[in-house]
DNA sequence: CGTGCCAGGTGCCGT
DNA sequence: ACGGCACTTGGCACG
């Protein structure tokens, strides 16, 4: 959006203006914001009313549609997306119907009037991440060993070497030693390192093989070169799933306490 | 919002006016629409990221936050009604801050740039009404009991047993006990699973036969054995029907007041 | 595709 | 506050 052609906003414009602004949003694609007083009917697998009122409508480039009113984080009424949207006036109203198959549904907005309307072509390459924090994670883990691989014992956590907190330490199901490095963003080459650091600490201290695991829910190219170059492993951990491991853990605690 | 002085649409404004205007809006309870290039951090039952882009962010009057990106139905991230808002400058950046408590959750939205500020002060006293819900399924099997079956007796509905709330019970032809629990869509296992708890708890309680109806649109395939090995019964009912009963039913009192 | 299951679910209504 | 439950649930993974 850094050319400025790619904003429209009009304050009060004519239904004229907005119909023809509209179809020409819907044709490339723009994300378009409408701010007035209209009416809303819904049909499909129920059915609604929602009479007069001033809302804000959102109209994305994906045809998804929603209908905002001044309170709560939910629309009224909306539309997922994929459906076709279509601008077009009948008795000075300005009418945005937007269809949808399977299941067939239709949304359909009147307005009686525009106080604004804004189109832009939203550029957003931003990656979302969700995640539970490396305590949550740890916790997951000790919980659910398999999330490091099958058979994976764990003995201790949290426990003080000379250089450092080793985050998980057990063993796998052949009897060796396992180190667990846990991060909760993409491990970088520091976390190799840092894993690196406590298995040759260990493999020196101790005189016998010391895997070395890093739990992540991604890793960095060149972090997973140096990691395969140190002979350490990589496992991918979803910290999505150490939440639900957590939770369904917590309502098992709360159904056994009424057992 | 038919003073125009209700409405405030600014293009392109500068950090520290975005502040000013949108604390007074805080302040007075406004609806703000916010377009521009941000980042946002949340944290509260998991936490969560958001790189830079481009995006809607909707502070309502009732102090729910909304940030959408440029596709699908679902906000990126958000905050429910009856947060404290704060907007702040750092670094050149706006920052706004969406505390909660119950459960503590914080999202902050980092602004580099503002293409579009526009408050509102939306006037909307429109009714909505939703037709053909699972309540509008009930409300027509009571009038209308042979949408379950001939013969069908219903006693109360909403009742408070053990385990929850049964929809629907009554008293077939044969004066046999009847359980109904509707749903206003394909009904699955935990549906199933539903009735099921309320059956047995009843048989139990009242140490009589009782039969268990399923009332809904369709059955899954999964849930119609276990239905059948419950020894339940499952009833087909649309909907759109019941709607049309109900309706239909209105139009009846109107017509015995003309009589 | 359908079907099941999860969600930072949300919202509503009850004790 | 916590519980039970519907929702145009939406979304995803999986058979």
């Known amino acids: 959006m850094q050319d400025s052609e790619h904003i429209i906003i009009c304050e009060n414009p004519s239904i004229n203006d ?6 020409e ?10 701010v007035g007083s209209c009416r809303v009917d819904y049909h499909g697998r129920a059915s609604s009313k929602l009479e007069y009122g ?10 998804s549609v929603l209908v905002h009113r001044s309170k709560g984080y939910e629309p009224v009424n909306w539309q ?3 459906c076709v949207l279509q601008a077009l006036k009948d008795n000075d109203e300005l009418i945005i119907k937007a269809t949808k198959r399977n ?4 949304v359909t907005i009147f307005f009686d009037r525009v106080y604004l309307l804004s189109i832009f072509k939203l550029i957003d390459e931003g990656k979302f991440s969700l995640y539970a924090s490396e305590e949550d994670m740890q916790r997951a883990i000790l919980i659910e060993p398999t999330l490091i691989e099958e058979g994976f014992k764990p003995i201790d956590y949290e426990r003080k070497v000379e250089p450092g907190f080793i985050d998980i330490y057990g063993v796998d199901k052949n009897g060796r030693m396992v180190v667990v490095e846990i991060k909760r ?5 520091e976390a190799v390192l840092q894993l690196a ?6 493999r020196k201290d101790l005189s016998r093989e010391v895997r070395g695991i890093l739990a992540a829910p991604d890793i960095s190219r060149e972090a997973n070169h140096l990691l395969l170059s140190l002979k350490l492993e990589f496992r991918r951990v979803d910290p999505k799933k150490c939440f639900k ?15």
């Open 103 to 106: 299941p067939s549904e239709t």
């Open 245 to 259: 491991i957590l939770k369904k853990n917590r309502v098992r605690k709360i159904t056994d306490f009424f057992k």
């Open 54 to 63: 001033e809302r804000i409508v959102i109209i994305k480039e994906d045809g």
């Open 25 to 34: 949003a819907f044709n490339e694609r723009r994300t378009t914001i409408i």
């Open 18 to 23: 907005v119909i023809a602004k509209l179809n």
């Open 197 to 202: 650091k406590y298995v040759e600490y260990l």
């Open 80 to 82: 997922p997306s994929g």
């Open 185 to 189: 963003r993409t491990a970088n080459k």
